[in-house]
């Protein structure tokens, strides 16, 4: 299903910290941003990955967790009243007659702009998919059999002899979950004890207990079946000895990992996939396409936030010029310019 | 001090430690390919490696963190551990790494 394309200033791809602080230097030379994640929430690294853990070196932020200087870039940029595109990948590219880009997703969002910025530091969030030889084309394979990395819709599982794999929260609340309504219920780790909460573990043990799940320290070493209807693994332990296991269908979760993606196929100029620009612009070698942050690269380039910051409010100064072709750029500072103030609601 | 590295081609690198760095470090500066996307923080387990050779009991032992985050590792065997919580020192010169897969 596609909507209607969406006519804005500037496409960003990517809502991590730089993302986000784009739409507030973008906001303040009247630039409309529209951003894309594949995450379901803003933040990107710093919320997926560290949410909890402390940053030492924002300029004027002591201390700050993943989580905290997200909810302040967010608070920060509210004013220009960017839209957010989350759970979506952005997946192709092409410039339009009128020298425009279109920016498509995978949910159907269209995004027109002159200007597009990459902001998706090593690009998107994909799960990880155990080093099982073949493991792809059991991939898709259709509802409740085959290799899924998420649960979609639980009532698919039904009567399935399902397999988990991982320690985590997520595997764990799905061999709850999923219990009562499979044929039967195995759930492998490499080892005795899990990272996910207590609680979830305890509710494992009792299912355990009671027979619903059966639990193996081991890992999946072979997917057997056709392509499109597996019937079981090759479960291992770590003394190496090897059985056969039936299953409908393998969950395995071991959290995400990141991977470029559909940039790749952008027809941008990649170096060792970093995204070459110069530093006065932070464009790339693709005029009206721009990267900052960890997904750039130039002469002495270093991934820190602060300097992605930096590059936001460069790169900004040359969009206008392409969005705003006609208009003299006013260079003002927020300390002193009523103008600026007012665009932030603070006069 | 040295670290021996085996890539996942299967190809042995001969690396130079340096005091207080974590191996992740010099597997990366050395060129391996590892992705360490969390840079050293403990969060991701994606600079993930198998210690070789004994090496894995000579070395002190893994947090609760690292062990916890080693659930969201791919391919976990006894001998796991995550390269940026293994510290280069004179007791771990000579030690034998292979990363893990991807």
């Known amino acids: ?347 | 001090m040295k670290i021996h590295a085996i890539d996942r081609q299967g190809k042995e690198h001969t690396l130079e430690g340096r005091d207080g760095w974590s191996v992740m470090e010099i597997l990366r500066d050395g060129g391996l390919d590892i992705a360490a996307e969390c840079g050293g923080a403990c969060a991701c387990a994606t600079c993930h490696v198998y210690i070789n050779d004994g090496w894995f009991e000579k070395l002190p032992a893994p947090s609760e963190a690292e062990i916890d985050m080693l659930d969201m590792a791919l391919a976990v065997e006894p001998n796991s551990r995550l390269s940026c919580q293994v510290i280069c020192s004179n007791e771990t010169d000579g030690i034998k790494v292979t990363v893990a897969p991807e």
């Open chain 1, 1 to 347: 299903m596609t909507a209607a394309p969406i006519e804005t200033d500037v496409a960003i791809i990517g809502a991590g910290p730089i993302g986000l602080f784009a739409v507030f230097e973008l906001g303040l030379l009247d630039l409309k941003c529209h951003l894309i994640d594949i995450l379901d929430r803003p933040g990107g690294q710093c919320t997926e990955l560290y949410p909890e853990k402390p940053i030492y070196d924002i300029p004027g932020l002591p201390i700050v967790t993943g989580q905290e200087l997200t909810n302040k870039l967010l608070e920060q940029i509210k004013p220009f009243n960017a839209q957010f595109h989350f759970s979506e990948m952005a997946t192709s590219l092409e410039k339009l007659p009128d020298g425009r880009w279109k920016l498509k997703t995978d949910a159907g969002t269209e995004l027109i702009a002159p200007v597009v910025v990459i902001a998706a530091g090593a690009g998107s969030f994909q799960p990880k998919r155990p080093p099982v030889p073949g493991i792809e084309s059991f991939e898709n394979a259709g509802d409740g059999i085959g290799v899924h990395y998420a649960v979609r819709k639980m009532e698919t599982f039904r009567g399935k002899n399902i397999l988990i794999a991982g320690g985590g929260d997520s595997a764990l609340d799905w061999v709850i979950n999923l219990a009562p309504l499979a044929k039967s219920m195995t759930l492998v780790h490499h080892r005795d004890g899990f990272r996910a909460a207590a609680h979830s573990v305890n509710q494992m043990r009792e299912l355990e207990k009671e027979g619903k799940v059966k639990f193996h320290v081991a890992s999946v070493k072979a997917i057997h079946g056709e392509p499109g209807k597996m019937t079981g693994v090759t479960l291992a332990g770590h003394d190496k000895s090897e059985w056969h296991h039936e299953a409908d269908t393998f969950l395995p979760f071991f959290g995400l990992t990141i991977k470029l993606g559909p940039i790749a196929e952008f027809g941008i100029n990649l170096n060792e996939n970093l995204i070459p620009v110069d530093t006065a612009r932070f464009e790339s070698q693709t005029p009206g396409i721009f990267a900052i942050g960890d997904i750039n690269t130039y002469t002495g380039k270093l991934k820190l936030i602060l300097s992605g910051f930096h590059e936001a409010a460069l790169m900004a100064q040359a969009a206008f010029h392409i969005a705003r072709p006609n208009e003299k750029l006013r260079f003002q500072y927020t300390t002193s310019s009523s103008n600026l103030q007012k665009k932030l609601g603070v006069s």
